[in-house]
């Protein structure tokens, strides 16, 4: 991926609170138009990794203690989120907070004032409608009001209406319906096809996000164990193992026994 390379983490260390290590020498490449899938299993770093890429980590006493962020060329990791935000990154954080006493519509055009180019409020939200078309038919609903589905749809929408070069993606699955998933996750390809748009997407559903992504990283207590294309990641014995809870058998094993299995045997010792 080195030459259409667009995001680089070069070996990133990140401290809370000035003691609390949580990333250990993180390296990652977001190429040009990828979908790029950053896998692990919960408090691992992922959200983490996101909020020192676009910035938002500063707001959480939060800091990049070593390495370095580059984005097309240039260094980011001492920049500001708002500057960041301006040279195209965009966060679209877990948990889906919109305002909730704005409309579907208002949240929206909050959105646009991050907009680099200024390129004008009307042709942003028809982007936005032209993909989510729900979004359109309830553009006047207190969004407070919204199913979880809708909001998912409107936090996407709202970071897309400030037209971003690279989009992080924080857990958009979390919580919603089979039906909607697979929905907000079509949403997700086409985007990234259509709009060219690249996309680094942090999911707990491992299946869902290798079958989108291109490549794929796994993080594990602050360091990556495992990285490759991400057709490879699922043939993955220990990726069917303990994310896709398949055995070689192709059997569901218990979540139990996965935990069990997962703390006698560690990832690349
Ligand atoms: N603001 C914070 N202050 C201190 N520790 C934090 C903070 N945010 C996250 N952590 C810790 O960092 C680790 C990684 O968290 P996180 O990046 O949210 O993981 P993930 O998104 O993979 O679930 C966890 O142990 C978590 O408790
Ligand atoms: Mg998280």
């Known amino acids: ?3 259409g390379s667009i995001l680089k983490l070069n070996n990133i260390e990140v401290m809370y609170q000035e003691v609390i290590l949580v990333l250990k020498g993180v390296s990652l490449d977001v190429g040009r138009g990828g979908i790029v899938a950053l896998l692990g299993a919960n408090g691992a770093g992922k959200s983490t990794t996101l909020k020192a890429i ?13 390495g370095s962020i580059e984005f097309m060329g240039g260094r980011i990791d001492r920049k500001s989120a708002e500057e960041i935000a301006k040279v195209g990154i965009l966060q679209v954080i877990e948990g889906r907070r919109v305002f909730e006493h704005l409309t579907v519509e208002e949240n929206l055009t909050v959105g646009a004032h991050l907009n680099r180019t200024a390129a004008g409020l009307k042709p942003g939200l028809e982007m936005v409608y032209h993909y989510f078309p729900r979004l359109k038919q309830i553009r006047h609903t207190v969004s407070g009001f919204c199913s979880g589905g809708e909001q998912q749809m409107l936090v996407m929408g709202r970071a897309l209406m400030a037209r971003p070069k690279l989009m ?3 857990e958009p699955s979390m919580g ?6 697979k929905e907000i996750f079509e949403i997700i390809t086409r985007l990234n096809r259509e709009e060219h748009l690249p996309i680094l997407l942090v999911e707990q559903n491992v299946k869902l996000a290798l079958a989108v992504a291109g490549y794929g990283y796994v993080l594990e207590s602050g360091r990556v164990v495992m990285d490759g294309p991400a057709d490879k990641l699922r043939d993955n014995p220990d990726i069917k193992e303990f994310y896709l809870g398949l055995t070689d058998l192709g ?4 979540f139990r026994n996965i935990k069990h299995y997962k703390r006698r045997k560690r990832w690349l010792t």
């Open 54 to 66: 676009s910035g938002l980590l500063k707001h959480e006493d939060g800091e990049v203690t070593d």
């Open 1 to 3: 991926m080195e030459n």
């Open 168 to 170: 992080l993606l924080d």
């Open 251 to 254: 059997t569901r094993k218990t």
């Open 176 to 181: 919603l319906a089979p039906l909607l998933i």
